[in-house]
Structures are given as C-alpha cells and as structure tokens.
Nanobody
Framework: QSQLVESGGGLVEPGGSLRLSCAAS????????ITWFRQAPGKERAGVAS????????HYIDSVLGRFTITRDNNKNTVDLQMNSLKPEDTAVYYC????????????????????WGQGTQVTVSS
C-alpha cells in the first residue's frame, strides 16, 4: 500500500524547535514534489512549505520564512520540515502531501491535485 507517514510532532515551548519527517512507503518520492500543510483548530488546512523533485526549489508562506526549512533526501525517501523559533500560532496538525506538480504555497494549492496524503502529526507550541 502506497502511503505517506509523518513523524516528529509534539509539545514544545515558544522559541523551541521541532523537526518533522515525511516518509514514503510503497512508492519513491523522487517522482513527486512535496508540500507541508497545517490545520489549526477552527481554521482551514493550508500550505506552509513546498519542495520540488530535486530539492533545488522551495517555497514558504511569509509567516514561516526564515524559521522553517524544508529539505528532502531522495535516497532515504523522506522530506523533512525543520521548524525553529516556534510560536503559539504554529500550533496545528501538520500534513505532508505528494504531487506530480510543484505547487507554490501562496496561495494555498488545491488539495485535489495531490496524489498522496499523510495522516498528520500534532504540533503544539505552548508554555
């Protein structure tokens, strides 16, 4: 069964860091661009960061620029999201999604264009 699995979420204090990982099983990620989405309580799910097939092109929403870094390791079949200087407003369930096309995240890309989704991982930023 082809699927994506996120890991690395948790509870962290404001200013802290977390590293999320998105791993693929049943297919190879190097044929797909990857986008990280998040959904905060009471809000719609929206794109946060995206990376193309090679890893040379990335895109971020303004609110995470300079704090979050998206990278990929096609040999390991994973895409990571390093999140630094976390703020309470970063609290959300984070999802990774794979698509054949590299989507910018401003505006948030149409979700029906993504071939695979993970189940999500909770990130809570609180003191």
């Amino acid at each position: 069964q082809s699927q994506l699995v996120e890991s690395g979420g948790g509870l962290v204090e404001p200013g802290g860091s977390l590293r999320l990982s998105c791993a693929a099983s049943g297919f190879t990620l190097d044929h797909y661009a990857i986008t990280w989405f998040r959904q905060a309580p009471g809000k719609e799910r929206a794109g946060v960061a995206s990376i193309d097939f090679s890893g040379r092109n990335v895109h971020y929403i303004d609110s995470v620029l300079g704090r979050f870094t998206i990278t990929r390791d096609n040999n390991k079949n994973t895409v990571d999201l390093q999140m630094n200087s976390l703020k309470p407003e970063d609290t959300a369930v984070y999802y990774c999604a794979a698509s054949r096309y590299f989507w910018a995240v401003r505006p948030s890309p149409p979700e029906n264009n993504f071939n695979y989704w993970g189940q999500g991982t909770q990130v809570t930023v609180s003191s």
